[in-house]
């Protein structure tokens, strides 16, 4: 499932050669999504996740990873943070609100 309005979607292109994004396919909060590159960001997990994501001093958001690669497969997320990416990978996102 694609969303063109998100930086983290991918086109239908599968080009791998030199130079081209590939698409890898993870899971976030129970969805497949295709993704490009080799790396998400905090934000774009987040996004992928909620739709009508907002940042604010209000909302808080945690994430989880498992099935990564290399030597953190499993792990968090906090803001400003990267992951590298890997077919098949889970991301569970959840939103609070501060009170």
């Known amino acids: 499932m694609n969303d063109d ?3 983290a979607s991918a ?3 599968s080009d791998k ?3 081209n994004n590939h698409t890898t396919q993870i899971i976030v909060n129970g969805h497949n999504r295709e993704v490009s590159g080799e790396e998400l960001s905090f934000v774009q997990v987040v996004k992928l996740a909620f739709d009508d994501a907002v940042f ?3 909302t ?3 994430i989880t990873y498992k099935r990564g690669s290399g030597h953190k497969p499993e ?4 803001e400003g943070e990267t992951v590298k990416i890997k077919e098949g990978m889970v991301f569970n996102v959840k939103r609070t609100d501060k009170s």
Do not use: H, I, L
């Not at 792990?75 to 906090?78: A, D, L, Q």
């Open 5 to 7: 309005n998100n930086p």
């Open 11 to 13: 086109g239908s292109g």
């Open 17 to 19: 050669g030199p130079g």
């Open 56 to 58: 604010n001093n209000v």
């Open 60 to 62: 808080v958001y945690t």
């Open 75 to 78: 792990g968090t997320m906090v």
